[in-house]
């Protein structure tokens, strides 16, 4: 099983960047997806979920409107479109299943994360 997400980067305020997350061994089709955000410092916390059928999704009230989450099941991907950006929006991204991470024989699987840094 792999999680790999990309796109991260260093953007200035109000800025753009799409976030990537890829899976392989493991078919998120009948999952729950959601990103997460870890800032410095602080707990990871989910930001933005979307159910198995791509007909719902859900945001935390600090991104909502200027985030958009999308997945494609015939892929095994999942993305994150980000807009407006703020600093406070700076942290590392994972994706994963929601509500429990993948877990295959007793074993976590959560890529390594993409970091995003908003600052001018």
């Known amino acids: 099983v792999q999680v790999v997400e990309s796109g991260g980067g260093l953007v200035q305020p109000g800025g753009s960047l799409r976030l990537s997350c890829v899976v392989s061994?493991?078919?998120?089709?009948?999952?729950?997806i959601s990103w997460f955000r870890q800032a410095p410092g602080k707990e990871r916390e989910g930001v933005a979920c979307?159910?198995?059928?791509?007909?719902?999704?859900n945001y935390v009230d600090d991104v909502q409107g200027r985030f958009t989450i999308s997945r494609d099941n015939t892929k095994n991907t999942v993305s994150l479109q980000m807009s407006s950006l703020k600093a406070e929006d700076t942290g590392v991204y994972f994706c994963?299943?929601?509500?429990?991470?993948?877990?295959?024989?007793?074993?976590?699987?959560w890529g390594q994360g993409t970091q995003v840094t908003v600052s001018s």
């Open positions: 994963n299943i929601d509500p429990r991470p993948i877990t295959v024989d007793g074993k976590d699987y």
């Open positions: 061994g493991f078919s998120l089709d009948h999952y729950a």
């Open positions: 979307i159910n198995t059928r791509d007909t719902y999704t």
